[in-house]
């Protein structure tokens, strides 16, 4: 049986958390796509983690987790990750696809020349190199983990890619060329660190699913981030979306269960229409109280972009997803408000208040808003859903007719035991 964990948003929705909880009741998590580019925030009785590589099933020891064939793979970021693993106690059961793509240290500096060339239309990179990645992997000139096993094959492989990077690197950034010695380097030292997880996940996921196992698909980022659904070019360069997981872990099965994961407010990283942004004194006081700290990029420390709930974005956003359920996470976050703002609606000249514009309509979106009563109390604590102030529920109630998926959880704190399950009314 395979469920997806995705992101319903823009990304930072808490699937990190969901994740952990989900992976108690799995045998496999995948991570299908995206790179170290994006952090989920995991906290249980092991610590606090970032997890930017590593799935989020790794706290679990019953668990395999697989790196699949559509991640970027940063090397150097996963042996970090799993050193401050095993510095708790614990030691990953980790697979990594034969077939997975390597995130190569010139992509970094693609990424960040290129932002520093575009100036102030730059998009926010987090400049993890994932952008140049997935151009490099489509233009096929990536490398596979595979690859990195023949050096007659990479000998040839590097004397084509140079050329081309070289040119970049000397006639559009005026900077140093690299060498084939320090790719050959570089490449080296990533096959000595990989090589103890290499496997052919594929035909280990397809028996997996033929033997009844459950997989969890963990995505990254969130549906309004995808290069075709998304916000584009404000998006990221890998499919954020559920079914993208039959391609980036070779898993081409029906999804039973497919969870967008949605925040009770919005935030968002880096540049690109955010129609329901607030700004000062009201970003604030939400920014501060977001998340297990504050509302602040666990892949950058950047503020995030705050705003109220979208219910145009999520109903979007769940709608791409083809989404079964949905978690709604934070709602303990928005317990100071005496009323809380929602978007209802996208005032946008000449289309639907209530469709997800393009890119090019959304420049002009305004947002629409109602208000709902606020519960003003502590909710953090409560662990059955019937016992939430009458508003909070309203609240949950509200969102999911707008949206129009069931809510099934709800999650009211960072920590693993703060989810409740709901009775959805859909
Ligand atoms: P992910 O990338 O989707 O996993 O999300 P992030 O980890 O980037 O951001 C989610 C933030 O919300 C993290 O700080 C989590 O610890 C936190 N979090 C998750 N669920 C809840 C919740 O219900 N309430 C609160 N207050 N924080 C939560």
């Not at 070019?233 to 099965?253: C, D, K, R, V």
């Not at 950047?302 to 109903?315: I, Q, S």
């Not at 208000?371 to 508003?391: E, F, H, N, Q, R």
Request: charged share 20%.
């Amino acid at each position: 049986m395979i469920k997806a964990i995705v992101g319903a948003n823009w990304g930072d929705e808490g699937k990190g958390k969901v994740t952990d909880v989900f992976a108690q009741q799995s045998d496999i998590v995948v991570r299908f796509q995206g790179g170290n580019n994006a952090g989920h925030t995991i906290i249980n009785e092991y610590g606090k983690f970032a997890l930017h590589m590593l799935p989020s099933g790794v706290f679990n020891p019953h668990i395999t987790n697989v790196i699949g064939n559509g991640v970027a793979l940063n090397v150097a970021g996963l042996m970090k990750e799993i050193n401050q693993i095993k510095e708790r106690g614990l030691n990953p059961n980790l697979m990594v696809s034969d077939r997975a793509q390597i995130v190569m240290s010139y992509h970094i500096l693609f990424d960040t020349l290129e932002e520093a060339r575009l100036a102030n239309k730059q998009y926010g990179s987090t400049k993890s190199g994932i952008a140049p990645f997935y151009a490099d992997k489509y233009a096929k000139i990536g490398f596979q983990v595979c690859e990195l096993f023949d050096d007659v094959w990479l000998d040839e492989k590097i004397d084509r890619i140079l050329a081309q990077k070289n040119a970049l690197l000397i006639h559009l950034y005026q900077k140093e060329p690299i060498t084939k010695q320090q790719i050959l380097e570089e490449l080296h030292g990533y096959r000595d660190q990989i090589a103890p997880y290499v496997h052919d996940t594929i035909t280990f996921l397809h028996k997996a699913y033929h033997d009844g196992k459950t997989i969890l698909l963990e995505g990254q980022l969130g549906a309004l981030r995808d290069p075709d659904f998304g916000i584009y070019p404000y998006s990221t360069s890998s499919h954020t979306l559920a079914h993208f997981g039959a391609i980036g872990a070779g898993l081409p099965y029906p999804i039973e269960e497919v969870w967008a994961v949605t925040k009770a407010y919005s935030s968002a990283v880096g540049a690109g229409p955010f129609v329901a942004e607030i700004f000062d004194d009201e970003a604030h006081q939400l920014r501060i109280r977001g998340g297990d700290a504050g509302e602040y990029g666990a892949t950058t420390g950047r503020p995030r972009r705050m705003g109220w709930f979208d219910v145009v974005a999520t109903r979007f956003g769940c709608q791409v997803q083809g989404a079964t359920h949905v978690v709604l996470t934070n709602l303990d976050v928005l317990s100071y408000l005496d009323n809380i703002p929602v978007v209802i609606g996208y005032d946008t000249p000449n289309y639907h208040q209530d469709r997800f514009p393009n890119i090019t309509r959304i420049q002009q979106s305004k947002p629409i808003l109602t208000t709902l009563p606020g519960w003003k109390t502590d909710i953090s604590k409560i662990t059955d859903y019937d016992l939430l102030p009458l508003a909070a529920k309203q609240y949950v109630d509200f969102i999911e007719r707008q949206i129009g998926v069931k809510i099934s959880l709800v999650s009211n704190g960072p920590h693993r035991e703060q989810i409740m399950s709901r009775t959805s009314k859909l």
